[in-house]
């Protein structure tokens, strides 16, 4: 593991479509590795209907006699992911998904899904990086850029058991080719380091019109990397924020969607010998997103993963 910054980009405000992005100048720096990956997203709360039966999200109908539909919605993955460096400069990552997607309208399960995700390629290029010969109590810096594709392989196309098409999230895959950008910038002196990084989505539109919003997703977090015998393990935090833009169909935006929200970030890395262990945790604090919406709660990302060598 190359220790990581964790940081998701996003399939519009509900679900969690790529992988974990990482970050270096920490324990097992340029080590190609590979590992299996779990990611959860939790949301819920009522859901405003504008009549008893309205759409909510992207075409859903919501039958209630109240104007709201109480909505619990997960989002959860095992995915397997592998990075390898070629020289010193550029790593290219490549993950495929197990997705569970589930929710439920006023305690009632509306879909239970199981199937292969999108997959996800992507390269970054380390444009700035301080000199490795460095001392270890100098202060370091390195920037890096890169770009990826996700690639239009998962089903869009199930349905409910009333035959119902699925809401564009619940589906496994997208049915786009969808461009991801990503910039990243780490500093650390001594065993304290400061990662800020952002990944922005610039979405395809699926063949029945619909386009999930394009957005960003950014993550500030302080660490520390600490010996315990043979264990190195790096606790850090700070936060975590999302934006998205509206979806749009047939080239017109879909009333209720996108929006933004702020989590916060606790998370823990461990090393030990070639195996590393990371598990982070994210709380919603505030969000300001369309009508149509189900409110976030929490995300979590748990990875194990093995070191091949290191470049």
């Not at 970050?23 to 859901?47: C, I, S, T």
């Not at 909510?56 to 397997?80: F, N």
Request: charged fraction near 15%; include cysteine.
């Amino acid at each position: 593991m190359t220790g990581a910054l964790i940081l998701l980009a996003l399939r519009s405000m509900a679900c969690d479509a790529c992988g974990c992005l990482y970050l270096g100048l920490q324990p097992h720096d340029r080590a190609n590795n590979f590992g299996l990956w779990y990611r959860m997203r939790y949301l819920n709360g009522d859901v405003r209907t504008a009549t008893a039966t309205s759409l909510a999200k992207h075409g859903d109908h919501v039958t209630t006699s109240s104007g709201r539909a109480a909505m619990t919605e997960l989002y959860m993955a095992l995915e397997a992911r592998g990075e390898y460096w070629f020289g010193k400069r550029f790593r290219l990552m490549a993950t495929v998904p197990l997705v569970n997607n589930y929710q439920s309208v006023d305690s009632t399960m509306t879909a239970d899904i199981y199937a292969v995700g999108d997959p996800v390629l992507m390269g970054r290029y380390v444009v700035h990086n301080t000199l490795a010969s460095a001392a270890s109590d100098a202060m370091r810096h390195r920037i890096t850029l890169g770009g990826g594709v996700k690639f239009p392989l998962g089903r869009h196309d199930l349905s409910t058991a009333q035959g119902e098409r699925l809401d564009h999230d619940l589906q496994p895959g997208t049915g786009t080719w969808d461009w991801l950008l990503s910039i990243e910038y780490l500093l650390r002196k001594g065993d304290w380091g400061l990662g800020a990084s952002s990944v922005g989505r610039v979405n395809g539109a699926s063949g029945d019109g619909h386009l999930m919003g394009h957005g960003t997703s950014s993550t500030l977090e302080v660490f520390r990397v600490l010996w315990t015998g043979p264990v190195q393990w790096m606790p850090s935090a700070g936060a975590y924020h999302e934006f998205t833009m509206r979806d749009r169909q047939d080239g017109a935006q879909v009333d209720g969607t996108g929006g933004s929200v702020l989590f916060s970030h606790l998370s823990a890395r461990l090393w030990w010998r070639s195996y590393g262990l990371s598990i982070a945790w994210q709380h919603a604090l505030a969000q300001d997103n369309g009508v149509a919406m189900v409110p976030n709660r929490e995300r979590l990302i748990a990875g194990l993963s093995y070191n091949l060598n290191t470049n």
